[in-house]
Each structure stands twice: as C-alpha cells, then as structure tokens.
C-alpha cells in the first residue's frame, strides 16, 4: 500500500481546504514544484496533484504549475484531477507527463466520456468518487447527486478503471481518521483497487489501513496530516512498505 503525498493548487499555490470549502484554503507553500520535490526527496513513489481551481471551472486553472511539478517529479508518477471534463485533456495531460489522470464530476454527468478514455488510456484512468454521509457529490463537492459510492464503483468497474479515490468529504482536512469501514465496504464490494482519502491523521490511520489492506486498497492520500506535522511521511512510507510490500 502506497502513502501518497497530496498537492492541491489553487491560484497558483499549495493549499489545503477542510471539507472541500474554497473559503477555508491554508497556504502551505507559494511554490508548489519545490514541495513536490520534498515529498519526492523523502521517498514518495507516487505524487496526487488537484487543481482546485479547474475543479470548478471545468478546465484546467494551474497549467505552468502543473507543467513545473512535472518537470520536477521526473520519473515519479503522478496522479493528476480537477477540471478534466473530454478526451483532449486528458490526451494533453498524459503527453505532458501524467501517469494518471483522476475523472470525478465528469465521471458522473458524462459517463460516456469515461468510458471512452478508458478505452482509449487503458490502465492510466482513476475514477474520484466524493461522498458525504455514503451519497456522491460533484462539482468541487458543490453539488449533491443522490447516487451512493457502492452504485456508482460497481458501474465504473464494467468501464475498467484502473483504479477509484473514495475520499469522504465529511473528514477531508479535518484530521478525524479514515473512514475505514466504508473504504474497506467499497474494495470488497468490486475488484477495483481503492485508494482512501479524506481525515488522514496520524500513523495509527496507517496501522489500521494496512491491517485492511489485502481486501482491495491499494493507498492513501495524505494532506493536511504531513504538512501540519501529525503524521510523518517517511516514517508513515516506510510502515507501509514494511507491512504490505
């Protein structure tokens, strides 16, 4: 299981929202391709990258910061969401240099369109299901859409994507713990590998997360637990490669 640092981008900086809210943004750093570069100095195999700005745009809002994290990242792969709503972004985005490319609002108001970029970019197409109280949100988590988690993972599963992000909004940047039942409810329930996210505290999340792990979750997102010190990511990476590989 994979601990994978988080960079959200908004207006050009490095910030953390709690439970999604734009007005309720820390600025962590001004300079987000050299805090890409210490996550990769301290072992990250793996990078998430939103931007939050093109979430609720549409489009992409953070291009020249994205293109520099790139640049810095090199070799380490990077999972990139927010604003990615047809073909030719995505294409664009993966000749940049995007691993993977993270689908949430469109994956729900346009599945035809998802389907199609799984077709066309096997193996590099997550799907991002947000959800409050088990019922999925869209739109920057503007927007309720009465469909649960489990309806929508089991649809995205016949799609092939390669993977799903279940992040409960409910806990996102607010350091409560992971809400582990419902990730473990949602691997089981398909055969889609799932990366938690959303209250990532402290190294016991990580324990606990890696107790669970072999049902189908394949990492974690840490964001506001790394930069506000309560959990340390080398020690949280090396844990997790120390106990499932």
């Known amino acids: 299981m994979q601990v994978i640092p988080a960079i959200d981008l908004k207006e050009g900086k490095c910030v953390r929202l709690k439970q999604g809210l734009m007005d309720q943004a820390t600025i962590f750093s001004e300079h987000p391709a050299e805090m890409a570069a210490h996550w990769k100095s301290k072992g990250a195999k793996r ?13 992409q809002k953070n291009l ?8 810095e990242m090199g070799e380490v792969p990077i999972q990139l969401g927010g604003g990615i709503r047809n073909l030719d972004t995505v294409e664009s985005l993966i000749n940049a240099g995007i691993d993977s490319v993270i689908i949430g609002t469109a994956a729900i108001t346009n599945p035809g369109f998802l389907h199609e970029a799984c077709f066309a970019f096997p193996g590099q197409i997550i799907v991002g299901l947000d959800a409050k109280n088990g019922e999925v949100a869209i739109n920057g988590w503007a927007k309720m859409t009465g469909h649960t988690v489990f309806d929508m993972a089991e649809k995205f599963e016949d799609y092939g994507v390669a993977s799903i992000i279940y992040t409960d909004i409910g806990r996102d940047g607010m350091l409560e713990g992971i809400n582990i039942d419902a990730t473990v409810e949602l691997a089981e329930r398909g055969n889609v590998p799932i990366i938690a996210s959303g209250g990532l505290s402290n190294i016991k999340d990580i324990e606990d997360l890696c107790a669970v792990a072999n049902v189908g979750i394949k990492g974690v997102i840490a964001g506001r637990s790394i930069y506000e010190g309560t959990l340390d990511f080398s020690e949280a990476n090396k844990l997790a490669e120390q106990l499932t590989g």
Do not use: C, Y
């Open 64 to 71: 020249p910061v994205i293109r520099e994290v790139i640049q």
């Open 47 to 59: 990078l998430h990258l939103v931007d939050l700005d093109g979430a609720f745009a549409g489009q």
